[in-house]
């Protein structure tokens, strides 16, 4: 089965002119079949700012309203997924960038008003991808490059989170290929100790997992992004990498396997 | 040969959701191979207001600057893009939302500096365009639809004029398709009398329109227009239609040819 790696990138790298100029010289590199899937960054924030658009909270979790969409869709879409497209098409990839609602690459469902109304968020369902139409692209040498905007298919762009956005797509094409996902997070891994940045666990497996979320080793923000990972083990990814974008060329990190 | 239209819409129409609405709906009812281009609209604008971004003139001509160009690139290749593309998906148009930069479909020459540096703009070779690509997006029923943010193959986006955009694709394609390029405008077409909007030309030719030239009928910013009308048809593109968005189904409007 030939092999495809699905790479997420956030903010922390993206609002790095220094940090995401090297992480896409070493993305450039990577061999083979690749998709990047990238969040967002501050900018959306700051512009909300200057523009006087408050953000819209419930409970500590942010609501997409109409406004907060307009400007999640300007800045993914717009400014900063062509920017890396641009970026990537200069060192020699033939980037081609992407929201869900493009072709339907990736529709999404917006999420039930019950029992918190987060506005314009889509859920996506990895069985409704347009995988035939990402192969087809991917066999013309083309590197997609997704935001996480999705579309309900009603006409109606929505907000979606990029972790899930690069899970779904890589769920999709594991049918297709030997799929790794790769998550590109501010720390080296999944770490042993928070206080040391260097205490990398370098395998987990699922029945480890639960013995490092019972011991509390993995807690708070980590749970979700795991979660979220073994989910897509679950359903078919060989593997999923957790590491520094620094590391995108070489084997530090986490590896989680089933 | 097959026909293809090459459709594009500006600011007026983007403007108001209900004739983009109408548009859509109309667009969406053509048969056989087409492509939208579109412009811009008041958004960018009213953001850089908005904003506190003060608009670069040089001569009454606007100057794309860094700031300008990031504003752009998120409203045009943005939200407006990622909106267009939204609503046709909804009306069962397969549309593919596209930048110049993406799959480097229209590489662009960042304009000399001399005699005036208008910044971040970009003048696109038509000999250059990705006609491989657009043709297999075609082939698989895509719908490309372009926004006017192009690239220079070195990592710089480049604001673009829409209607070029629109002529250097039309001209591109035309070695393969006959290709009919069509302007919506505010007007129903070019008319005979500016005080009666109804007094549309229906047919001009290159040589009465340097007749309508010289006796001072078409004046203003219809000569660039037309220019650049007649530029594509003299590179190979069957006719240019000039007419009014809300007329895009009838025949109602100014067709130039050869």
Redesign the interface.
Known sequence: MTQIKIIKIGGNIIDSTMELEQFLLDFALIDGPKILVHGGGAMASQ?AK???VEPQMHQGRRITDAETL?LV???????I???I???L??KGV??????G????TVPAVMRSKEPIDFGYVGDVDPEKINVR?IL?LIS?G?VPVFCA?T?D?????LNTNADTMASSIAIALSKEYSTSLIYCLEKKGVLNDVNNPDSVIPLINSRNYQILKNSGVVKDGMIPKLDNAFNAIDNGVYQVCIKHASNLSNDFGTILKK
């Open positions: 512009m200057s523009m006087g307009k869709t300007m800045v993914y879409a717009g400014w997924n062509k920017s497209v641009a970026k098409q200069q033939d980037a081609l960038g992407l929201s609602a493009d072709a339907n139409l087809n013309r083309i905007i579309h298919e009603n006409g109606t762009l």
